[in-house]
């Protein structure tokens, strides 16, 4: 499969690889920068949490795993809406035609 992209590749544009996908990050880089630090850092929230459950201040079987899934899904929602609220171009071209829905 690498090999049959990397030959189209060379066949359509003569270069082994593709490189007109990065024009589609030019739009709002600092955003992109921001969110990618804010997300990378946001990972670090459950530590506490983790270390309140390893000495004993809160258990598992008393309601703590359904805390940490709803914080999971918190934190999972916020970064799955945050490229359709910024409308970056790269996200926006993964989204399924409207016009395939219209037939």
Same mark, same amino acid.
């Given at each position: ?8 590749? +060379?066949?359509?544009? =003569?270069?082994? #690889?593709?490189?007109?996908?990065? /024009? ?7 955003? %992109? ?26 258990? +598992?079987?008393?309601? =703590?795993?359904? #805390?940490?899934?709803?914080?999971? /899904? ?7 809406? %945050? ?21």
């Amino acid at each position: 499969m690498l090999l049959t992209s990397a030959l189209r590749n +060379w066949k359509d544009t =003569g270069t082994v #690889l593709r490189t007109s996908i990065f /024009s589609l990050f030019a739009h709002g880089p600092l955003e %992109l920068g921001i969110a990618d630090l804010m997300m990378c850092l946001s990972t670090g929230f459950c530590l506490p949490l983790q270390q309140m459950y390893a000495q004993g201040e809160m258990s +598992w079987g008393k309601g =703590g795993h359904i #805390l940490q899934h709803g914080l999971q /899904s918190v934190w999972l929602g916020v970064w799955v809406y %945050l490229p359709f609220y910024f409308e970056w171009q790269w996200y926006v071209r993964l989204q399924p035609s409207s016009t395939l829905y219209d037939r």
